[in-house]
């Protein structure tokens, strides 16, 4: 009992604001609205609930286990928030230079006639970049906090996915191209923060 009220009340309002602006900048529902038109126009049919619940499962068991996977490999969390926040800062590049570093032309092709959990919940919402962010800001804010931003995260996943239509209606290119920049910007910041704070505290 005295463990749950210690993990409810490790919540901070800031903390999750903080994280979920982070985790919904990485999973990027509103840059991904194009590509969930383009599988649409293919015939394949798109389960937002199915999709949110995967990501939600997949996400939330890689935080828990995540920790006890750097453990057994002998990785300390300051060192692999260096190293996340490298692969962050490359994964912002791509989202403000419009260039494409990471590939996922392999999955694509594994693509079945009415799925929508691959590459839709997996590898694109919760992904290697969502993995790596989300591990690295475990050395900045409480699990509490992070599981709170990922309940927030979803429920803007799903209410983008069942209003993509409408949202395609009233967001021009050139909006979610705006968008898209602007959330760019914020993960290079926190790239840098997670990349110098935790080369300064190892130091």
Same mark, same amino acid.
Do not use: H
């Given at each position: ?17 903080? $994280? ?8 990027? /529902? #509103? ?42 490999? @002998? ?26 570093? #990471? ?9 079945? %006639?009415? %799925? $929508?959990?691959? /590459? ?24 509490? $906090?992070?599981?709170? $931003? ?22 021009? /290119? ?22 110098? @704070?935790?080369?300064?505290?190892? #130091?």
């Amino acid at each position: 009992m005295e463990a749950i009220l210690n993990f409810f009340g490790s919540i901070d309002i800031w903390e999750i604001l903080s $994280s979920y602006i982070f985790m919904i900048a990485i999973i990027d /529902p #509103f840059g991904n609205i194009p590509v969930t038109i383009s599988m649409e126009n293919k015939g394949i049919r798109i389960s937002a609930w199915r999709v949110c619940l995967a990501s939600f499962v997949i996400l939330i068991s890689f935080l828990f286990a995540g920790e006890w996977i750097l453990k057994l490999f @002998g990785v300390q969390i300051e060192y692999f928030a260096i190293a996340g926040g490298f692969v962050i800062f490359l994964m912002a590049l791509e989202m403000i230079l419009d260039i494409t570093i #990471f590939q996922n032309d392999k999955l694509e092709g594994e693509v079945g %006639s009415g %799925s $929508s959990i691959v /590459p839709l919940a997996f590898p694109m919402y919760a992904g290697p970049g969502a993995f790596t962010a989300l591990l690295a800001i475990t050395a900045e804010y409480s699990v509490a $906090s992070l599981c709170v $931003s990922l309940i927030l995260c979803i429920v803007t996943l799903y209410l983008v996915l069942i209003g993509t239509n409408r949202l395609t209606r009233y967001l021009r /290119p050139t909006s979610l191209y705006i968008i898209r920049k602007f959330f760019g910007i914020i993960v290079l910041a926190i790239a840098c923060k997670l990349m110098f @704070g935790n080369l300064a505290a190892i #130091f």
